[in-house]
């Protein structure tokens, strides 16, 4: 199949096709508030259960008692948080912050994330980061878009 007017194929035509398509917004539905933060952790290699459930505590810290580290919005708008240590193996850590709902809060989950990046990132002996869950449902590695040739 030839792309171009009359069947032709311009060697510009797919370059230009492929330029114009990397200035498409690849983000198809703008980021929502879904009333969670999800906290990834990562303690050094040979680490202890004990060990990275000490730096769970930090971070379970950052969500419930934020007051310490000057940012009272986190703890004031977190309704709950699950920490689950030692899954898949003893050197990860998950937590799962539950916000309150949105007409209780007074700042949106893309906030706190932000606020809570710097507090996870000065926890030393830990790689911590929270994130925001994508919207819809997706998975970060969900691809919204498809080639097909």
């Known amino acids: 199949m030839r792309c171009g007017a009359g069947g032709r194929d311009r060697p510009g035509d797919r370059r230009t096709a492929g330029f114009l398509f990397t200035l498409i917004p690849s983000e198809l539905a703008p980021s929502e508030d879904r009333g969670n933060v999800s906290n990834i952790g990562f303690a050094p290699e040979g680490s202890t259960i004990d060990y990275t459930m000490g730096y769970a505590r930090r971070v ?11 940012r009272p919005e986190i703890s004031q708008n977190t309704e709950r948080l699950l920490v689950i240590v030692g899954f898949p ?5 998950l937590a799962f912050a539950r916000l309150k ?3 209780e ?4 989950q893309q906030a706190i994330t932000e606020m809570a990046r710097p507090l996870a990132q000065r926890i030393t002996g830990i790689v911590a980061f929270p994130i925001n869950p994508p919207s819809f449902g997706l ?3 969900d691809s919204r878009c498809r080639w097909c040739c």
């Open 139 to 141: 998975r970060t590695s």
């Open 60 to 70: 379970e810290d950052i969500y419930l008692r934020s007051e310490q580290f000057g």
């Open 105 to 108: 809060r007074t700042v949106k």
């Open 89 to 93: 193996d003893v050197t990860r850590l």
């Open 101 to 103: 709902p949105w007409e």
